[in-house]
């Protein structure tokens, strides 16, 4: 009897494909497992848009914002409340597309509940982890990819102590090693964006003596668990 493959729906809140992200969480994620177990799509919040279109997305001064990535690789800093209605509204049209699971690939955003999908929320499972972890850490380091973000971080993010914030884009090319210098003090240490990847991760990990966690490994994690 032909087993139906389990298919999930990544949705990032930029444009799909995500070459730089998807392939390496579907290596964890199906790492072991037979092939042919899962099928996936990816989504983007941003398909499709022109060159007028996407300025109309972009984040003003004073706008909370994300950075994330478009198909020919560069990044965009986008109005978080505008992606956000997008979003909302693509998840909504997936929903009824029959998948057995949304992951969002941001760790930053807002949704509504849906009617038949379970969603995995990187933002939700990325911070409760953190928290779980950081009530026995003295000193959290959170790594982002926006210096904008630092500002706003308390405003969207709930964790124990007041933890050391720095910045990164994983998609300019900035030097993580040295963003990663000033957490050096620091005893557990967050990645918190999905497009920071696991080259990264090394680059961090060679800066600093304490645990790193990468977000999008933890999402991974959550994923596998589930199928």
Request: charge should be negative; aromatic fraction near 4%; charged fraction near 25%.
């Amino acid at each position: 009897m032909m087993v139906s493959p389990f298919k999930i729906a990544f949705v990032t809140i930029g444009q799909a494909p995500r070459v730089d992200l998807v392939p390496e969480m579907m290596f964890d994620i199906t790492l072991g497992l037979p092939e042919g177990k899962i099928d996936y799509r990816e989504f983007g919040v941003l398909d499709g848009m022109n060159a007028d279109e996407l300025d109309r997305m972009r984040a003003v001064e004073g706008e909370h914002s994300f950075a994330t990535r478009l198909a020919n690789g560069e990044e965009i800093v986008t109005s978080k409340s505008r992606t956000e209605e997008k979003l909302n509204a693509l998840l909504q049209r997936i929903d009824a597309e029959g998948f057995d699971l949304i992951v969002l690939l941001c760790t930053g955003t807002k949704i509504a509940p849906l009617e038949k999908t379970l969603v995995v929320e990187a933002q939700r499972i990325v911070d409760s982890t953190v928290e779980a972890l950081a009530a026995s850490a003295s000193r959290l380091g959170v790594i982002l990819p926006l210096e904008r973000q630092i500002s706003d971080f308390h405003e969207r993010h709930v964790f124990t102590g007041r933890p050391s914030l720095v910045a990164a884009s994983p998609y300019t090319g900035e030097d993580m090693a040295v963003a990663a210098a000033g957490l050096k003090t620091c005893d557990l240490i967050v990645m918190h964006c999905m497009g920071y990847s696991k080259a990264m991760l090394d680059t961090v990990r060679n800066q600093v003596s304490a645990p790193v966690l990468l977000s999008r490994r933890l999402v991974a994690g959550v994923v596998r668990q589930m199928i």
